[in-house]
């Protein structure tokens, strides 16, 4: 069935919880993002040329998307904070120069995978040594150089649901871990709440001010904007929930008022990998509004379920397997993954069709085309829902 509505259109509708023509795709934004090796192959698949830039997705670089998106026909477009001058935009495949970030954070390649290391607080985890930190300059104009000219052409000369993707590496539990180290991390939030509270409310301060500056000028234009914290393990949270409630949620409440002041129009997206199931109910009432990466074989994941129950509050983004049907099934099974996920959260509207986390090398080009053809195929409405 041919589309009848423009991708803005139809992410509109979803993203308030009605039904457009059809699901929408995404490929580009938090836990979607293809390896160097994938986007190669894509590239030389449609025969398309690079982009002659790279861009920051959070700690790292991609090459522009931009080309294969228009030929896979995905629903958004993802406008960008541009890196401070300090940052080396590496690829992913050859030679990768190590270098020491804004933020003394030490970029390195291990066993194929972007690292960050030095948990520069670590050194001198007290108030003091807070405080007196040599923190990144949020406001720096170089962040912001083209995006105005960008994110315009985006709007006024296509129809694309734009995406402001985040403007920091992760936010604030992503930034406590790596800046004083994943065990300090995990042991303030039990022994020192005092010095915890200290850390958080310093990276909200100067989040905050990324976030500010970079709506500021892509704010008008913008169909949702992106946050990224992970609080789950493959079993559970990560920590106690009622940690979120006192040391996190009432500075996202801020921070998400900050964002809807320069963005009212906009929905507010929160990458949240693993079991967060004890987490949700807090999510929403945060203001978080739309949800991501679904990982649907963990404990409490199951996405009928969370479509069920929260689907009225929360519009979900992602959910199609990667660790088993995407990387090892046939193109049969891809298509019957991405059935299902549209028949178990897609009616009603309020679901995106994404992965349940970024494309790795393992998938086959095959399969990696597959999906897109099936969620193009199978997802328009009106849609069955599947109890499973």
């Known amino acids: 069935m041919p589309d009848t509505m423009t991708p803005r259109e139809r992410v509109n509708l979803t993203l308030n919880h009605q039904e457009p023509d059809r699901v929408p795709i995404s490929l580009g934004g938090s836990a979607n993002h293809l390896t160097e090796q994938l986007y190669i192959k894509l590239r030389d698949h449609f025969k398309v040329q690079d982009v002659p830039r790279r861009t920051l997705v959070g700690f790292y670089t991609t090459p522009d998307y931009n080309p294969i998106l228009d030929k896979l026909g995905t629903d958004f477009r993802f406008i960008h904070i541009r890196p401070p001058e300090n940052y080396i935009a590496n690829p992913m495949i050859g030679e990768f120069q190590e270098f020491i970030d804004e933020w003394g954070l030490h970029h390195r390649l291990v066993s194929g995978y972007y690292d960050l290391a030095g948990a520069p607080l670590a050194k001198d985890m007290t108030i003091s040594g807070i405080e007196n930190y040599p923190w990144p300059d949020p406001y720096d104009p170089v962040r912001l150089e083209g995006v105005k000219e960008e994110v315009e052409t985006l709007y006024n000369e296509t129809d694309y649901a734009i995406v402001a993707h985040r ?9 406590a871990r790596v800046m004083v180290g994943m065990e300090n991390a995990l042991l303030l939030t039990a022994t020192d709440h005092k010095l915890f509270d200290h850390l958080l409310g310093k990276l909200a301060e100067i989040q905050d001010g990324f976030y500010e500056a970079f709506l500021s ?9 992106e946050m990224a914290d992970d609080y789950g393990t493959n079993v559970g949270p990560m920590f106690n929930p009622e940690i979120y409630r006192k040391f996190f949620k009432p500075r996202y409440e801020r921070t998400i008022k900050l964002i809807k002041e320069k963005a009212p129009q906009a929905k507010v997206l929160l990458h949240n990998d693993g079991a967060i199931r004890k987490f949700i109910p807090d999510l929403i009432e945060t203001g978080f509004e739309v949800l991501n990466p679904i990982e649907g074989h963990l404990k409490g994941m199951d996405p009928a379920d969370l479509k069920n129950t929260f689907g009225d509050q929360l519009t979900f983004q992602g959910g199609v397997d990667v660790k088993s049907v995407l990387n090892h099934g046939t ?3 891809v298509w019957q993954e991405v059935s299902l996920r549209i028949s178990q959260m897609g009616p009603g509207g309020g679901y995106i069709l994404a992965p349940a986390h970024n494309f790795g090398n393992d998938i086959p080009l095959i399969n990696l085309l597959a999906f897109f053809e099936a969620g193009k195929a199978l997802g328009n409405y009106p849609i069955e829902q599947e109890h499973e």
């Not at 000028?217 to 904007?225: C, E, F, H, L, N």
Request: no cysteine; hydrophobic share 50%.
């Open 217 to 225: 000028v892509v704010g008008p234009y913008i169909a949702v904007v």
């Open 167 to 175: 403007p920091v590496y992760g936010n604030l539990w992503e930034m």
């Open 331 to 333: 193109v049969e099974d």
